[in-house]
């Protein structure tokens, strides 16, 4: 009665996301036990154990792929690639988070395990097959995420963030979840080759289920990369959560709900190729709705959400160039992408962070008014992480969509590549709006204030400078080390 | 006998299952209320209804039968008492309401044998022998907030709805701390089949007297589940003291303040049904069911000096089996009524803590260790499995003490006031609504 | 007896059609507490169907979860939010019902086209007594699937925590 065999784990498979797990767990047992003073013991915590999975996860780059634990756990170099985005985008947002916190006066600890666990669940989503992995990881991920945007109980737009990502999150995981469902239904599997091989195997059978399954699917991770029609959420949620948690949604939520995305789309690209003509259109309406409805706003967060949004449809582009033509093209332009974009948008989400002061925050543009004389180095910061998110020469943004324009001409999608460099131009706009606030226009009569940078801060911004410049220089070294994972 | 019963056709057979158990059920309603109106009178230095029932002969001489007829005049006052029916509520779930309270009380026990599964009881209880027994009991019973929560609302009345609502609070608390209670059993007997847990009561006590029955109370994981088990049940039956739904000095009487004449009967009627069946799902997972006593006469049936007695008390219970469960269940009854005559009813905080911070840990620790027992037994030795679930129990509770201490000796606010904090901020205006 | 349908199918009928006849309830009734108690008595008929096709632990996991937890909860809110019958849930006449119903009936065929054809092969009426018992859910639960069982006590606890720190009156 008790014969129960395990399966087979090889545990150096799962150890980068145990290591997470209970990094974030110690974190709260600290915060449980903790000396009144500040958290400074749990940053320390959660820092070394993102640093030590960072390692464990670098080390495993050039292993051989392979599936454990029945399937549900998938290492490859794309996998690790994203996991280690994941952790390190967790790492940087943890380094400016205490200083941000302390300053907005919002005194919860519980902020640091939840990050973590958040990342956790990214990191479950972009190393797994299987699609039931993806759901649980895509929910570890957005239940934390839903929690840590409603974090600033004092602010009324805290809480309203909260509510919305919640409603309309939870409505994006109905849909996700409907679609597995009939995928599961029509397949008889949650694994992705069991898919494959049903859609190739299985004639007209149950052919419809499966594709309007995979439909669902794609709505609802559509929801969750903030993909055209399904992006209502992102201005408000980005605009109303702290920053420090925006800045850790924008880079890591999106690299998680884009890894998994792209994965259900490459590990069944007989069947995702069928909804190749609708997620064109859907990767021209973000795009343009992105960079349009960004020109008309006022606030800096809620310019970053509409960026997001329009940097979603590039990656969206890129991916549908490696679906439309799996041999040519290969998934090192949408990591690297991810890469640059999580470093970029970090960065300038580092810098807005100053503007808390004694539990207040101004997010308008004329909030920034008068940085770069406060702070050189932030307003430097800022304006690189702008040039890269505009595309200019010599940063990781431009090698990014350089390389996206050249797959989508490889793949003969000429049309996206126009839309591509056509809003690109638009986005010049409102990018430089920003860059015009923080260094050429007037302090008004009060002038904006932010507190000091502290060393946190500092780290993070300079490792983004860093890694923007890294990204946009040595590009091909980069290139290198993603590898070349054609499929 | 047996013979005619497996030639029936199953869907009659069916009915007679069931029959058989509701039937009886019903009909000892009547009695139930009869002695809880005798024992409290009893406890509480009253006489009590006891002159109904009296019969004069002829002759002078009086027959007294203690009072044994005044739950069928009661019955009969309730039939013919004006059925007030409010305006304003909503008809059709107010009328529903009663009904949907007495159906899990009866659907409770189609899990519960009331005799030994071999034999001629092996055809007739449980009415069914499926391998979800406990599950099946935790469903249902969840199912009896509907009655409580719909009563209250439907009576459109407030002091209705807030029975209504503290019943349906209080129940959700108190399943969990009795789902895993009852999973220490699942456990330690490898099976949610009632049936099977019965059988594995009816093993050597601590697998060391062969003699004796392993009831699960004589455990000590058995004793704590069964502690808990017990609480809980009481809880979920909405009796004393946990009476809060329809505690009569706050809320009028709760979620039934509207109902008159039958349709009170009704709920009077589910929920003594469900103090009975509850009782009787107590009787099967911890006290051995429908044996007598913890004796295995069939061990003892072998034996020179009492090998003759062990028979004839062998047969003598196989046949008493029934009469037996309803004597464990009557003294379940007993208890219900003891606590109504002894305890204060607990204030709503004192509710919610015993459920959640006292009731579901302690469900939980008993939860550990029986499966670091089991675990240890399996790979090791018993004699180590014993040890290492001793050693559990005192380590956890070390642990969840110092767990408590670090939250409850600190207030959460002193806690909370860091270096960086002088003074809450002021809410912003919300750009939304401009509020 | 020669009936044209066999018990079975009869049961069947009977239990798929309450059940049916409840989720139009759910929809159509105007109030609130009505709409949920259609859904808990569809809920208890699914489970009944589960019962009948052997799945035994399926239909009371339904009845246990859906029936017992989650609706109460549901009706707990309806309740408190004290949604006064019709005002409320009064729409406005426009395009979206129809869209519904338009989406409605063609995943009705669309999923009644693609099921009915390989259902018509199937002629084992109800799943083995082995097959959905709580013996091989376990075990399949702590095999195979023992990953992400694991990684759903971690969502757990990132609810619960998540709960506390949002709800809890005092920071």
């Known amino acids: 009665m008790y014969d129960i065999r395990p399966p087979s784990v090889d545990w150096s498979m799962v150890t980068p996301v145990v290591l997470v797990f209970l990094t974030g767990l110690a974190g709260l047992l600290i915060e449980m036990f903790r000396p009144k003073q500040n958290n400074n013991s749990i940053v320390l915590t959660s820092l070394g154990g993102l640093a030590a999975s960072f390692f464990v996860l670098y080390g495993q780059l050039s292993a051989e792929a392979g599936e454990t634990l029945a399937g549900m756990v998938l290492r490859d170099r794309f996998g690790i690639l994203l996991q280690m985005a994941l952790v390190g985008v967790c790492f940087i947002s943890i380094l400016f988070s205490e200083g941000y916190l302390r300053e907005k006066r919002i005194p919860f600890g519980e902020f640091y395990p939840l990050a973590i666990w958040s990342t956790m669940g990214g990191m479950l989503m972009v190393a797994s097959n299987s699609l039931l992995m993806i759901f649980i990881g895509l929910e570890v991920l957005s239940i934390s995420l839903y929690v840590l945007a409603g974090l600033s109980r004092a602010e009324q737009k805290s809480e309203e963030s909260a509510l919305k990502y919640l409603l309309l999150g939870s409505f994006a995981s109905a849909f996700l979840l409907y679609g597995i469902a009939f995928v599961y239904g029509a397949s008889g599997s949650v694994h992705l080759s069991g898919v494959v091989k049903a859609w190739a195997t299985n004639h007209a059978n149950t052919q419809h289920m499966l594709l309007f399954g995979m439909g669902m699917m794609l709505v609802g991770f559509g929801f969750k990369s903030a993909l055209a029609p399904f992006h209502q959420w992102t201005p408000d949620v980005y605009q109303g959560a702290p920053t420090n948690v925006t800045g850790f949604m924008a880079a890591g939520s999106k690299i998680a709900a884009i890894g998994a995305l792209f994965r259900v789309l490459s590990e069944s690209v007989e069947l995702s190729q069928a909804w190749l003509p609708a997620l064109f259109w859907v990767a021209i309406l973000t795009m343009v709705v992105g960079n349009f409805a960004a020109l008309v706003q006022k606030d800096v967060k809620r310019i970053l959400g509409y960026s997001s949004i329009s940097n979603a449809g590039y990656i969206l582009a890129a991916i549908l160039a490696h679906v439309k033509a799996p041999d040519k093209i290969g998934a090192n332009t949408i990591v690297f992408y991810l890469f640059s974009y999580a470093v970029m948008t970090l960065g300038v989400f580092a810098v807005i962070s100053m503007n808390a002061k004694d539990g207040r925050e101004g997010t308008r543009l004329s909030d920034l008014n008068g940085l770069w004389k406060r702070s050189p180095l932030a307003g430097g910061v800022l304006i690189v992480c702008l040039a890269s998110l505009i595309g200019i020469p010599l940063t990781g943004g431009f090698f990014g969509k350089f390389m996206i324009f050249q797959d989508l001409l490889t793949a003969d999608m000429t049309p996206l590549a126009i839309v591509l460099a056509v809003t690109s131009v638009v986005s010049v706009y409102y990018y430089l709006g920003i860059a015009h606030a923080a260094w050429v226009a007037e302090e008004g009569a009060t002038p904006a204030e932010s507190a000091p940078m502290n060393a946190g801060l500092q780290v993070a911004c300079v490792t983004c400078l860093v890694g923007v410049f890294v990204m946009g220089i040595f590009g091909q070294p980069v290139l290198n080390m993603i590898g070349g994972i054609v499929r | ?435 | 007896m020669n009936l044209p349908v066999t018990g079975e199918q009869l049961t069947f009928m009977a239990l798929a059609g309450i059940a049916a006849l409840m989720a139009v309830g759910v929809v159509v009734l105007n109030n609130p507490v009505r709409s949920a108690m259609c859904l808990v008595v569809n809920f208890f008929f699914l489970a009944f169907i589960y019962f009948t096709l052997n799945a035994q632990l399926l239909g009371i996991s339904q009845i246990l979860v859906y029936t017992g937890a989650i609706m109460v909860l549901f009706l707990f809110v309806v309740m408190l939010l004290n949604l006064g019958g019709k005002q409320i849930f009064k729409e406005r006449r426009d395009f979206k019902p129809i869209l519904g119903m338009v989406v409605g009936v063609s995943l009705f065929g669309m999923i009644s086209s693609q099921l009915i054809l390989p259902m018509l092969k199937v002629d084992q009426i109800r799943a083995d007594n082995a097959y959905g018992a709580p013996q091989s859910i376990g075990k399949t639960l702590f095999t195979n699937y023992v990953w992400p069982f694991e990684i759903a006590s971690v969502l757990l606890l990132v609810g619960i925590v998540g709960s506390i720190l949002l709800a809890k009156r005092r920071v």
């Not at chain 2, 007030?84 to 044998?113: C, E, Q």
């Not at chain 2, 303040?257 to 107590?282: D, H, N, Q, R």
């Not at chain 2, 429908?290 to 004839?312: C, H, K, R």
């Open chain 2, 1 to 435: 006998m047996q013979e005619w019963l497996e030639g029936l056709h199953p869907a009659i057979l069916a009915l007679i299952k069931v029959l058989l158990f509701v039937v009886p059920l019903l009909m000892l309603v009547p009695g139930l209320i009869w002695w809880e109106r005798r024992l409290l009178s009893w406890m509480q230095d009253r006489i009590g209804p006891n002159r109904t029932g009296t019969i004069t002969l002829k002759s002078g001489k009086k027959i007294k039968l203690f009072g044994l007829l005044q739950p069928i005049a009661d019955g009969i006052k309730l039939f013919f008492k004006e059925d007030v029916t409010p305006n304003s509520i909503d008809r059709l779930i107010y009328f529903l309401a009663p009904a949907i309270a007495l159906f899990p009380a009866f659907a409770l026990g189609g899990t519960v044998p009331l005799g030994p599964s071999y034999g001629i009881y092996g055809l007739l209880t449980p009415i069914a022998n499926v391998d979800i027994g406990v599950l099946y009991f935790l469903a249902i019973s969840s199912l009896g907030v509907y009655g409580v929560v719909l009563g209250g609302y439907a009576s459109n009345n407030k002091y209705s709805l807030m029975g209504g609502l503290r019943g349906s609070a209080q129940l959700i608390s108190y399943e969990l701390a009795m789902g895993v209670s009852l999973a220490c059993i699942v456990m330690a007997s490898g099976s949610l089949r009632l049936t099977d847990i019965l059988k594995t009561q009816e093993q050597a006590l601590w697998g060391a007297v062969p003699w004796l029955q392993n009831w699960f109370i004589f455990t000590p994981f058995g004793l704590l589940s069964a502690v808990i088990f017990g609480i809980c049940m009481v809880a979920e039956t909405n009796r004393v003291p946990f009476d809060l739904p329809e505690a009569e000095n706050e809320i009028i009487a709760g979620y039934h303040t509207e109902y008159s004449s039958m349709k009170f009967a009704v709920y009077f009627m589910g929920e003594y049904a469900a103090m009975f069946v509850f009782s009787g799902i107590f009787a099967t997972v911890f006290v051995g069911g429908y044996n007598l006593l913890p004796i295995n006469w069939e061990y003892l049936m072998d034996s020179q000096w009492v090998g003759q007695f062990a028979t004839l008390m062998h047969n003598l219970q196989y046949w008493l089996a029934p009469l037996v469960f309803l004597f464990k269940c009557a003294v379940g009854i007993t208890f219900y009524i003891w606590f109504r005559a002894t305890l204060p009813r607990l204030r709503y905080d004192q509710l919610m803590s015993l459920g959640w911070k006292n009731l579901l840990p302690t469900a939980v620790l008993n939860f550990i260790v029986v499966a670091i027992w089991i675990l240890v037994t399996k790979i090791h030795s018993t004699l180590m499995g014993i040890v290492a679930g001793a050693l559990a129990y005192v380590l956890l509770y070390f642990l969840f003490k110092s767990f408590l201490g670090a939250t409850r000796d600190k207030p959460i606010l002193q806690k909370r006031t860091l270096d960086y904090m002088p003074e809450p901020p002021k809410p912003q205006s919300n750009p939304v609504t401009g509020a």
